[in-house]
Protein backbone atom coordinates (compact mmCIF):
# COMPACT_ATOMS: atom_id res chain seq x y z
CA UNK A 1 0.00 0.00 0.00
CA UNK A 2 1.19 3.23 -0.72
CA UNK A 3 2.43 5.88 1.98
CA UNK A 4 -0.31 8.61 2.53
CA UNK A 5 1.79 12.32 2.47
CA UNK A 6 -0.42 15.52 4.00
CA UNK A 7 0.35 18.67 3.15
CA UNK A 8 -1.74 22.03 4.73
CA UNK A 9 -2.77 24.69 2.01
CA UNK A 10 -4.56 27.94 2.40
CA UNK A 11 -8.09 28.43 1.32
CA UNK A 12 -9.26 31.49 -0.49
CA UNK A 13 -10.02 33.04 3.09
CA UNK A 14 -6.62 32.15 4.20
CA UNK A 15 -7.45 29.31 6.22
CA UNK A 16 -5.38 26.03 6.77
CA UNK A 17 -7.09 22.89 5.07
CA UNK A 18 -5.26 19.57 4.81
CA UNK A 19 -4.90 17.76 2.08
CA UNK A 20 -3.55 14.19 1.60
CA UNK A 21 -2.07 12.31 -1.54
CA UNK A 22 -0.59 8.94 -2.23
CA UNK A 23 1.98 11.17 -4.53
CA UNK A 24 5.04 12.14 -3.16
CA UNK A 25 5.43 15.07 -4.90
CA UNK A 26 3.54 17.94 -4.51
CA UNK A 27 4.29 20.85 -7.64
CA UNK A 28 3.05 24.19 -6.95
CA UNK A 29 3.11 26.19 -10.36
CA UNK A 30 1.98 29.79 -11.81
CA UNK A 31 3.28 32.80 -13.50
CA UNK A 32 6.14 35.12 -11.81
CA UNK A 33 4.70 37.39 -9.65
CA UNK A 34 1.67 34.88 -8.84
CA UNK A 35 2.54 34.61 -5.27
CA UNK A 36 4.36 31.41 -5.43
CA UNK A 37 7.21 31.69 -3.40
CA UNK A 38 5.55 33.29 -1.07
CA UNK A 39 2.73 30.54 -0.48
CA UNK A 40 5.71 27.97 0.14
CA UNK A 41 6.78 30.36 2.98
CA UNK A 42 3.13 30.22 4.39
CA UNK A 43 3.00 26.39 3.77
CA UNK A 44 6.96 26.15 5.73
CA UNK A 45 5.41 28.24 8.84
CA UNK A 46 2.07 25.95 8.85
CA UNK A 47 3.72 22.99 9.76
CA UNK A 48 7.22 24.78 10.58
CA UNK A 49 9.04 21.62 12.64
CA UNK A 50 8.19 19.26 10.16
CA UNK A 51 9.25 21.10 7.16
CA UNK A 52 12.24 22.32 5.42
CA UNK A 53 12.71 25.18 2.66
CA UNK A 54 15.17 25.41 0.70
CA UNK A 55 14.77 29.03 -1.25
CA UNK A 56 15.14 30.53 -4.67
CA UNK A 57 18.13 32.40 -3.77
CA UNK A 58 21.14 30.38 -2.75
CA UNK A 59 24.76 31.07 -2.57
CA UNK A 60 26.73 28.00 -4.69
CA UNK A 61 29.77 29.21 -2.62
CA UNK A 62 31.73 26.85 -0.26
CA UNK A 63 35.00 26.99 1.15
CA UNK A 64 37.97 24.33 -0.23
CA UNK A 65 37.83 22.90 3.23
CA UNK A 66 34.86 22.10 5.25
CA UNK A 67 34.74 23.16 8.45
CA UNK A 68 33.59 19.94 10.92
CA UNK A 69 31.06 20.00 13.10
CA UNK A 70 29.26 17.71 15.38
CA UNK A 71 25.96 15.91 13.42
CA UNK A 72 23.56 17.99 16.17
CA UNK A 73 25.47 21.21 15.39
CA UNK A 74 25.30 21.05 11.61
CA UNK A 75 21.65 19.96 11.47
CA UNK A 76 20.90 22.63 13.51
CA UNK A 77 22.71 25.30 11.63
CA UNK A 78 21.40 23.98 8.56
CA UNK A 79 17.71 24.10 10.10
CA UNK A 80 17.08 26.36 12.48
CA UNK A 81 20.38 29.13 11.29
CA UNK A 82 22.27 28.80 14.57
CA UNK A 83 24.05 26.06 16.35
CA UNK A 84 21.51 25.67 19.47
CA UNK A 85 18.16 24.60 19.02
CA UNK A 86 15.48 26.81 21.00
CA UNK A 87 12.29 25.46 20.02
CA UNK A 88 11.91 27.87 16.95
CA UNK A 89 12.85 27.50 13.44
CA UNK A 90 11.90 31.31 12.73
CA UNK A 91 15.46 32.29 13.47
CA UNK A 92 16.69 30.64 9.83
CA UNK A 93 14.56 33.42 8.05
CA UNK A 94 14.18 35.83 10.86
CA UNK A 95 10.55 35.15 10.51
CA UNK A 96 9.93 37.43 13.91
CA UNK A 97 12.35 40.78 12.45
CA UNK A 98 11.42 40.85 8.67
CA UNK A 99 9.66 39.61 6.03
CA UNK A 100 12.30 38.94 3.79
CA UNK A 101 11.87 35.01 4.03
CA UNK A 102 11.30 34.47 0.14
CA UNK A 103 14.23 37.09 -0.85
CA UNK A 104 16.97 36.76 1.77
CA UNK A 105 19.85 34.82 0.55
CA UNK A 106 20.55 31.42 1.80
CA UNK A 107 24.13 31.06 2.79
CA UNK A 108 23.85 27.52 3.83
CA UNK A 109 26.05 25.52 1.40
CA UNK A 110 28.52 24.57 4.01
CA UNK A 111 25.90 23.69 6.68
CA UNK A 112 24.94 20.89 4.23
CA UNK A 113 28.15 19.70 3.55
CA UNK A 114 29.07 19.61 6.81
CA UNK A 115 25.90 18.06 7.73
CA UNK A 116 26.23 15.45 5.19
CA UNK A 117 29.96 14.71 6.59
CA UNK A 118 29.55 14.57 9.84
CA UNK A 119 26.71 12.14 9.37
CA UNK A 120 28.61 9.76 7.47
CA UNK A 121 31.36 9.90 10.53
CA UNK A 122 28.17 9.12 13.08
CA UNK A 123 27.71 5.91 10.64
CA UNK A 124 31.33 5.02 10.49
CA UNK A 125 31.28 4.98 14.45
CA UNK A 126 28.20 3.36 14.75
CA UNK A 127 29.76 0.50 12.73
CA UNK A 128 32.87 0.04 14.13
CA UNK A 129 31.44 -0.12 17.54
CA UNK A 130 29.15 -2.85 16.28
CA UNK A 131 31.73 -4.52 14.92
CA UNK A 132 34.19 -4.34 18.01
CA UNK A 133 31.00 -5.75 20.01
CA UNK A 134 30.28 -8.93 17.83
CA UNK A 135 34.43 -9.46 17.56
CA UNK A 136 34.74 -9.50 21.16
CA UNK A 137 32.15 -12.19 21.37
CA UNK A 138 33.26 -13.60 18.40
CA UNK A 139 30.31 -12.87 16.05
CA UNK A 140 30.33 -12.44 12.78
CA UNK A 141 30.18 -8.45 12.21
CA UNK A 142 27.58 -7.22 9.10
CA UNK A 143 29.18 -6.26 5.75
CA UNK A 144 29.61 -2.39 5.56
CA UNK A 145 26.50 -0.15 5.32
CA UNK A 146 26.10 2.66 2.49
CA UNK A 147 26.51 5.46 4.30
CA UNK A 148 25.03 8.89 3.60
CA UNK A 149 28.12 9.93 1.44
CA UNK A 150 27.50 7.04 -0.88
CA UNK A 151 24.08 7.29 -1.84
CA UNK A 152 25.04 10.97 -2.74
CA UNK A 153 27.96 9.71 -5.01
CA UNK A 154 25.61 6.94 -5.94
CA UNK A 155 22.93 9.80 -7.12
CA UNK A 156 25.64 12.07 -8.60
CA UNK A 157 27.06 9.66 -10.92
CA UNK A 158 23.82 8.74 -11.75
CA UNK A 159 23.15 12.36 -13.02
CA UNK A 160 26.79 13.52 -13.83
CA UNK A 161 27.75 10.46 -15.52
CA UNK A 162 31.40 10.82 -16.78
CA UNK A 163 32.43 13.16 -13.46
CA UNK A 164 32.99 11.46 -10.06
CA UNK A 165 32.82 13.18 -6.44
CA UNK A 166 34.69 12.46 -3.25
CA UNK A 167 35.05 13.78 0.30
CA UNK A 168 37.60 13.30 1.60
CA UNK A 169 39.98 15.28 4.61
CA UNK A 170 37.15 17.35 4.55
CA UNK A 171 37.01 18.89 1.18
CA UNK A 172 35.15 18.01 -2.18
CA UNK A 173 36.71 16.98 -5.11
CA UNK A 174 35.88 16.13 -8.71
CA UNK A 175 36.96 13.67 -11.03
CA UNK A 176 36.88 13.84 -14.50
CA UNK A 177 36.73 10.25 -16.07
CA UNK A 178 38.69 10.38 -19.41
CA UNK A 179 38.61 6.92 -19.90
CA UNK A 180 41.99 5.58 -20.94
CA UNK A 181 43.74 9.24 -20.54
CA UNK A 182 44.36 10.69 -17.06
CA UNK A 183 42.06 11.91 -14.68
CA UNK A 184 41.34 15.35 -14.17
CA UNK A 185 40.67 16.68 -10.33
CA UNK A 186 39.01 19.98 -9.48
CA UNK A 187 38.42 21.78 -6.14
CA UNK A 188 34.30 21.09 -5.52
CA UNK A 189 34.14 24.62 -5.15
CA UNK A 190 35.91 25.10 -8.89
CA UNK A 191 33.11 22.63 -10.02
CA UNK A 192 30.10 24.67 -12.96
CA UNK A 193 26.96 26.18 -11.71
CA UNK A 194 25.39 22.76 -12.51
CA UNK A 195 27.56 20.65 -10.50
CA UNK A 196 27.43 23.01 -7.59
CA UNK A 197 23.44 23.15 -8.08
CA UNK A 198 23.28 19.50 -8.16
CA UNK A 199 25.23 18.56 -5.20
CA UNK A 200 23.72 21.71 -3.01
CA UNK A 201 20.63 19.70 -3.48
CA UNK A 202 21.68 16.59 -3.28
CA UNK A 203 23.37 17.13 0.19
CA UNK A 204 19.90 19.02 1.31
CA UNK A 205 17.67 16.36 0.46
CA UNK A 206 19.82 13.53 2.25
CA UNK A 207 20.66 15.95 5.68
CA UNK A 208 16.62 16.52 6.19
CA UNK A 209 15.88 14.10 9.10
CA UNK A 210 13.12 11.18 8.39
CA UNK A 211 9.67 11.90 7.61
CA UNK A 212 9.64 15.57 6.39
CA UNK A 213 8.23 17.98 4.06
CA UNK A 214 11.21 19.62 1.76
CA UNK A 215 10.28 22.44 0.07
CA UNK A 216 12.29 23.26 -3.40
CA UNK A 217 11.69 27.02 -4.56
CA UNK A 218 12.37 27.10 -8.33
CA UNK A 219 13.73 23.28 -8.77
CA UNK A 220 15.52 24.20 -12.22
CA UNK A 221 17.70 26.83 -11.56
CA UNK A 222 20.68 26.69 -13.14
CA UNK A 223 20.08 22.93 -13.98
CA UNK A 224 20.35 21.81 -17.92
CA UNK A 225 16.78 20.61 -19.15
CA UNK A 226 18.37 16.80 -19.76
CA UNK A 227 19.36 16.48 -16.10
CA UNK A 228 16.67 18.56 -14.52
CA UNK A 229 13.83 15.61 -13.43
CA UNK A 230 16.35 12.69 -13.70
CA UNK A 231 17.89 14.41 -10.36
CA UNK A 232 14.86 15.43 -9.00
CA UNK A 233 13.87 11.35 -9.47
CA UNK A 234 16.83 10.36 -8.37
CA UNK A 235 16.34 12.30 -4.86
CA UNK A 236 12.78 11.35 -4.28
CA UNK A 237 14.03 7.45 -4.93
CA UNK A 238 16.56 7.91 -2.35
CA UNK A 239 13.75 9.69 0.18
CA UNK A 240 10.85 7.84 -0.32
CA UNK A 241 9.74 8.54 3.46
CA UNK A 242 9.89 12.72 2.55
CA UNK A 243 6.89 14.61 0.42
CA UNK A 244 8.50 16.86 -1.92
CA UNK A 245 6.84 20.41 -2.70
CA UNK A 246 8.22 22.16 -6.05
CA UNK A 247 7.41 25.23 -6.47
CA UNK A 248 8.57 26.54 -10.36
CA UNK A 249 7.19 28.36 -13.70
CA UNK A 250 9.16 25.68 -15.38
CA UNK A 251 6.08 23.93 -17.45
CA UNK A 252 8.80 21.44 -18.79
CA UNK A 253 9.70 20.45 -14.96
CA UNK A 254 6.27 20.10 -13.73
CA UNK A 255 4.77 18.34 -16.93
CA UNK A 256 7.85 16.01 -17.01
CA UNK A 257 7.24 14.82 -13.09
CA UNK A 258 4.17 12.67 -13.93
CA UNK A 259 3.31 11.09 -11.01
CA UNK A 260 3.26 14.68 -9.19
CA UNK A 261 -0.18 16.50 -7.48
CA UNK A 262 -0.65 20.02 -9.32
CA UNK A 263 -1.99 23.23 -7.93
CA UNK A 264 -1.77 26.07 -10.20
CA UNK A 265 -1.62 29.24 -8.79
CA UNK A 266 -4.35 31.39 -10.33
CA UNK A 267 -3.91 34.80 -8.06
CA UNK A 268 -2.41 36.23 -5.18
CA UNK A 269 -3.52 39.84 -3.90
CA UNK A 270 -1.03 39.88 -1.22
CA UNK A 271 -2.84 38.25 1.57
CA UNK A 272 -4.77 35.35 0.36
CA UNK A 273 -4.19 33.15 -2.95
CA UNK A 274 -6.60 31.69 -5.69
CA UNK A 275 -5.38 28.10 -5.77
CA UNK A 276 -6.82 25.43 -8.20
CA UNK A 277 -5.94 22.04 -8.18
CA UNK A 278 -5.01 20.41 -11.49
CA UNK A 279 -6.65 17.16 -12.07
CA UNK A 280 -6.12 14.29 -14.96
CA UNK A 281 -6.47 16.39 -18.13
CA UNK A 282 -8.74 14.51 -20.40
CA UNK A 283 -10.14 17.05 -22.93
CA UNK A 284 -7.14 16.14 -25.41
CA UNK A 285 -5.01 18.76 -24.27
CA UNK A 286 -1.29 18.11 -23.92
CA UNK A 287 -0.44 18.51 -20.10
CA UNK A 288 2.13 21.25 -20.84
CA UNK A 289 0.53 23.17 -22.89
CA UNK A 290 -2.24 23.67 -20.57
CA UNK A 291 0.28 24.46 -17.89
CA UNK A 292 1.53 27.08 -20.53
CA UNK A 293 -1.92 28.47 -21.35
CA UNK A 294 -2.41 28.69 -17.38
CA UNK A 295 0.76 30.95 -16.68
CA UNK A 296 0.61 32.66 -19.77
CA UNK A 297 -2.70 34.99 -18.78
CA UNK A 298 -3.50 36.13 -22.14
CA UNK A 299 -6.10 34.96 -24.81
CA UNK A 300 -4.74 31.97 -26.85
CA UNK A 301 -4.26 31.75 -30.45
CA UNK A 302 -3.62 28.52 -32.21
CA UNK A 303 -2.26 28.52 -35.42
CA UNK A 304 -0.78 26.07 -38.03
CA UNK A 305 2.91 25.77 -38.70
CA UNK A 306 5.99 25.29 -36.11
CA UNK A 307 7.49 27.63 -33.70
CA UNK A 308 10.41 28.44 -36.11
CA UNK A 309 7.99 28.80 -39.24
CA UNK A 310 7.27 31.90 -41.49
CA UNK A 311 3.56 32.03 -40.53
CA UNK A 312 3.81 31.80 -37.02
CA UNK A 313 6.36 34.63 -36.92
CA UNK A 314 3.61 36.65 -38.85
CA UNK A 315 1.19 35.89 -36.29
CA UNK A 316 3.34 36.64 -33.67
CA UNK A 317 3.76 39.75 -34.71
CA UNK A 318 0.54 40.67 -35.72
CA UNK A 319 -1.53 39.21 -32.29
CA UNK A 320 0.63 40.85 -29.92
CA UNK A 321 -1.82 40.41 -27.53
CA UNK A 322 -2.10 36.46 -27.49
CA UNK A 323 -0.08 33.55 -26.76
CA UNK A 324 0.37 32.21 -30.35
CA UNK A 325 0.60 28.49 -30.78
CA UNK A 326 1.50 26.72 -33.24
CA UNK A 327 0.30 23.23 -33.81
CA UNK A 328 1.60 21.46 -36.93
CA UNK A 329 -1.19 20.86 -38.70
CA UNK A 330 -4.97 22.61 -39.30
CA UNK A 331 -6.38 19.31 -37.48
CA UNK A 332 -4.70 19.65 -34.12
CA UNK A 333 -5.62 23.19 -34.36
CA UNK A 334 -9.36 22.22 -34.70
CA UNK A 335 -8.58 19.95 -31.84
CA UNK A 336 -6.93 22.21 -29.54
CA UNK A 337 -9.35 24.90 -30.25
CA UNK A 338 -12.35 22.81 -28.97
CA UNK A 339 -10.05 21.04 -26.09
CA UNK A 340 -9.50 24.32 -24.50
CA UNK A 341 -13.20 25.45 -24.87
CA UNK A 342 -14.06 22.01 -23.27
CA UNK A 343 -11.42 22.58 -20.34
CA UNK A 344 -13.95 24.28 -17.35
CA UNK A 345 -10.30 25.11 -15.93
CA UNK A 346 -9.88 27.63 -18.85
CA UNK A 347 -13.23 28.76 -19.32
CA UNK A 348 -12.17 32.40 -18.27
CA UNK A 349 -9.32 32.86 -21.37
CA UNK A 350 -10.23 33.77 -24.59
CA UNK A 351 -9.00 30.92 -27.34
CA UNK A 352 -9.39 31.11 -31.17
CA UNK A 353 -8.20 28.98 -33.79
CA UNK A 354 -7.05 30.43 -37.57
CA UNK A 355 -6.36 27.71 -40.17
CA UNK A 356 -5.85 27.97 -44.20
CA UNK A 357 -9.05 28.19 -46.23
CA UNK A 358 -7.78 25.53 -48.61
CA UNK A 359 -10.63 23.69 -50.56
CA UNK A 360 -12.98 24.78 -47.93
CA UNK A 361 -17.04 24.77 -48.64
CA UNK A 362 -18.96 28.05 -47.14
CA UNK A 363 -20.55 25.38 -45.40
CA UNK A 364 -17.87 24.40 -43.26
CA UNK A 365 -16.27 27.16 -42.73
CA UNK A 366 -19.44 28.40 -40.84
CA UNK A 367 -19.28 25.27 -39.11
CA UNK A 368 -15.83 26.15 -38.00
CA UNK A 369 -16.91 29.76 -36.56
CA UNK A 370 -19.21 28.05 -33.60
CA UNK A 371 -15.85 26.89 -32.20
CA UNK A 372 -13.88 30.23 -32.58
CA UNK A 373 -12.13 28.67 -35.59
CA UNK A 374 -11.35 31.09 -38.48
CA UNK A 375 -10.27 30.84 -41.94
CA UNK A 376 -7.83 33.32 -43.80
CA UNK A 377 -9.46 35.23 -46.90
CA UNK A 378 -6.75 33.20 -49.07
CA UNK A 379 -6.04 29.92 -49.93
CA UNK A 380 -3.31 29.29 -47.63
CA UNK A 381 -1.08 31.14 -45.51
CA UNK A 382 1.35 30.99 -48.06
CA UNK A 383 -0.76 33.38 -50.06
CA UNK A 384 -1.03 36.14 -47.47
CA UNK A 385 2.59 36.61 -48.97
CA UNK A 386 1.42 37.66 -52.30
CA UNK A 387 -1.54 39.83 -51.87
CA UNK A 388 -0.81 42.45 -53.83
CA UNK A 389 -0.88 44.92 -51.38
CA UNK A 390 2.42 43.04 -50.15
CA UNK A 391 3.70 42.71 -53.19
CA UNK A 392 3.63 46.78 -53.37
CA UNK A 393 5.39 47.36 -50.12
CA UNK A 394 8.26 44.52 -51.16
CA UNK A 395 8.95 46.68 -54.57
CA UNK A 396 9.33 49.64 -52.48
CA UNK A 397 11.72 47.86 -50.27
CA UNK A 398 13.48 46.32 -53.38
CA UNK A 399 13.02 48.07 -56.74
CA UNK A 400 11.13 51.52 -55.78
CA UNK A 401 11.54 52.62 -59.33
CA UNK A 402 10.13 49.61 -61.12
CA UNK A 403 6.52 50.12 -61.74
CA UNK A 404 6.53 46.89 -63.86
CA UNK A 405 7.23 43.92 -61.47
CA UNK A 406 4.36 43.43 -59.66
CA UNK A 407 2.26 43.16 -62.70
CA UNK A 408 4.43 40.61 -63.75
CA UNK A 409 4.49 38.31 -60.71
CA UNK A 410 0.56 38.56 -60.97
CA UNK A 411 -0.29 37.93 -64.60
CA UNK A 412 2.28 34.83 -64.05
CA UNK A 413 0.11 33.81 -61.16
CA UNK A 414 -3.36 34.64 -63.21
CA UNK A 415 -2.34 33.13 -66.77
CA UNK A 416 0.51 30.48 -66.33
CA UNK A 417 0.16 29.09 -62.61
CA UNK A 418 -3.67 29.16 -62.00
CA UNK A 419 -4.88 28.86 -65.96
CA UNK A 420 -2.81 25.72 -66.37
CA UNK A 421 -4.19 24.18 -62.77
CA UNK A 422 -7.24 24.82 -62.46
CA UNK A 423 -8.79 21.99 -63.54
CA UNK A 424 -6.42 19.46 -60.80
CA UNK A 425 -7.34 22.41 -58.64
CA UNK A 426 -11.44 21.54 -58.98
CA UNK A 427 -10.48 17.97 -59.10
CA UNK A 428 -9.06 18.54 -55.07
CA UNK A 429 -11.35 20.78 -54.45
CA UNK A 430 -14.36 18.04 -54.88
CA UNK A 431 -12.60 15.57 -53.26
CA UNK A 432 -12.29 17.77 -50.34
CA UNK A 433 -15.91 18.72 -50.27
CA UNK A 434 -17.49 15.28 -50.22
CA UNK A 435 -14.80 14.22 -47.36
CA UNK A 436 -16.30 16.81 -45.38
CA UNK A 437 -20.06 15.70 -46.49
CA UNK A 438 -19.20 12.56 -45.76
CA UNK A 439 -17.26 13.07 -41.79
CA UNK A 440 -20.45 15.50 -40.56
CA UNK A 441 -23.08 12.43 -41.13
CA UNK A 442 -24.24 11.17 -37.57
CA UNK A 443 -23.09 7.97 -37.20
CA UNK A 444 -23.43 7.86 -33.26
CA UNK A 445 -26.22 5.67 -32.68
CA UNK A 446 -25.82 2.63 -31.07
CA UNK A 447 -28.04 0.83 -33.45
CA UNK A 448 -26.25 -0.66 -36.60
CA UNK A 449 -29.41 -0.38 -38.40
CA UNK A 450 -30.12 2.79 -37.86
CA UNK A 451 -26.65 3.90 -38.64
CA UNK A 452 -27.12 2.23 -41.80
CA UNK A 453 -30.39 3.43 -42.36
CA UNK A 454 -28.43 7.39 -41.95
CA UNK A 455 -25.76 6.67 -44.29
CA UNK A 456 -27.66 5.40 -47.19
CA UNK A 457 -29.59 8.37 -46.84
CA UNK A 458 -26.32 10.58 -46.93
CA UNK A 459 -24.63 8.85 -49.92
CA UNK A 460 -28.42 9.35 -51.65
CA UNK A 461 -28.31 13.42 -50.50
CA UNK A 462 -24.94 13.98 -51.63
CA UNK A 463 -24.58 14.47 -55.45
CA UNK A 464 -21.34 14.34 -56.93
CA UNK A 465 -22.57 16.77 -60.30
CA UNK A 466 -23.77 19.46 -57.71
CA UNK A 467 -20.77 19.75 -55.66
CA UNK A 468 -18.16 19.43 -58.86
CA UNK A 469 -20.94 22.60 -60.45
CA UNK A 470 -20.38 24.23 -57.25
CA UNK A 471 -16.91 24.60 -57.36
CA UNK A 472 -16.16 24.70 -61.15
CA UNK A 473 -18.81 27.70 -61.27
CA UNK A 474 -16.71 28.69 -57.81
CA UNK A 475 -13.21 28.89 -59.85
CA UNK A 476 -14.68 30.02 -62.71
CA UNK A 477 -15.73 33.37 -61.65
CA UNK A 478 -12.30 33.44 -59.95
CA UNK A 479 -11.43 35.97 -62.69
CA UNK A 480 -9.62 38.54 -60.53
CA UNK A 481 -5.86 38.42 -58.62
CA UNK A 482 -7.31 38.41 -55.42
CA UNK A 483 -10.57 36.24 -56.19
CA UNK A 484 -7.60 33.84 -57.94
CA UNK A 485 -5.74 33.74 -54.04
CA UNK A 486 -8.79 32.84 -52.24
CA UNK A 487 -9.28 29.40 -54.24
CA UNK A 488 -5.60 28.72 -55.39
CA UNK A 489 -3.71 26.24 -53.34
CA UNK A 490 -0.22 26.07 -55.07
CA UNK A 491 2.69 25.78 -52.10
CA UNK A 492 5.73 27.16 -54.74
CA UNK A 493 4.10 30.78 -55.73
CA UNK A 494 6.62 31.96 -54.18
CA UNK A 495 8.77 30.64 -57.26
CA UNK A 496 7.13 33.98 -58.93
CA UNK A 497 7.88 37.00 -56.54
CA UNK A 498 11.83 35.25 -56.29
CA UNK A 499 12.14 35.15 -60.23
CA UNK A 500 10.89 38.70 -60.87
CA UNK A 501 12.33 40.56 -57.77
CA UNK A 502 15.42 38.31 -57.84
CA UNK A 503 15.28 37.64 -54.14
CA UNK A 504 15.52 34.07 -52.80
CA UNK A 505 13.81 32.83 -49.94
CA UNK A 506 10.89 35.45 -50.67
CA UNK A 507 8.98 34.41 -47.69
CA UNK A 508 12.20 34.34 -45.45
CA UNK A 509 12.93 37.52 -46.75
CA UNK A 510 9.36 39.30 -45.70
CA UNK A 511 9.30 37.89 -42.70
CA UNK A 512 12.74 38.93 -41.71
CA UNK A 513 10.75 42.84 -43.07
CA UNK A 514 8.75 42.57 -39.44
CA UNK A 515 11.91 43.43 -37.38
CA UNK A 516 12.65 46.59 -39.64
CA UNK A 517 10.84 49.70 -40.29
CA UNK A 518 8.53 48.43 -42.51
CA UNK A 519 6.75 46.13 -40.03
CA UNK A 520 3.69 48.50 -39.23
CA UNK A 521 3.18 48.45 -43.33
CA UNK A 522 3.15 45.12 -44.08
CA UNK A 523 0.88 44.25 -41.19
CA UNK A 524 -1.85 47.02 -41.99
CA UNK A 525 -1.65 45.78 -45.83
CA UNK A 526 -1.80 41.69 -44.64
CA UNK A 527 -4.80 42.60 -42.11
CA UNK A 528 -7.44 42.61 -44.63
CA UNK A 529 -7.00 38.97 -45.01
CA UNK A 530 -7.07 37.81 -42.07
CA UNK A 531 -10.46 37.05 -39.92
CA UNK A 532 -11.80 39.89 -39.26
CA UNK A 533 -13.93 38.37 -35.95
CA UNK A 534 -10.45 37.80 -34.14
CA UNK A 535 -9.29 41.13 -32.62
CA UNK A 536 -6.03 42.48 -33.04
Known amino acids: MNKEFKYILPDENGKRVEHSTNNNSLIIIGANGSGKSKLGAWMERSDIENTHRVGAQRSLNFEEFISLKSHEQAQNLLFYGQEKQENTKGGRWGYNRNKKDTTQLLNDYEYALSSIIARKNNQNDEYLEECKEKDSTREQHDKVPETVVDILKRIWQNIFSQRDIDFADSKVTAILRNGNEDDISYRGNEMSDGERVGLYLIAQCLSVPLNKTIIIDEPEIHLHRSIMNRLWNEIEKARKDCFFIYITHDTQFASGHRNSDK??????????????????????????????????????????????????????????????????????????????????????????????????????????????????????????????????????????????????????????????????????????????????????????????????????????????????????????????????????????????????????????????????????????????????
Open 263 to 536: VWVKNYDGKKWKLEKLTDNSNGLPEQLLLDILGNRKKVLFVEGESDSYDTKLYSEIYKDYYVVPCGSCTEVINRTKAMKRTPLLHHLDCYGIIDRDFRSDGEITALKNHNIYTLQVAEVENLFLVEELLEVVKQILNPGDNDKVEKIKKSIIEKRFANQKNKQICEAVVSELKYELSVIDISSKNEDEVKQKLGEAYEAISYDSVRENIEEKFNNANSYKEILKVFNCKDLSNEPQAVFGKKEYYDFVVGQLSGDKVEEIINVVKPYLPEEIEY
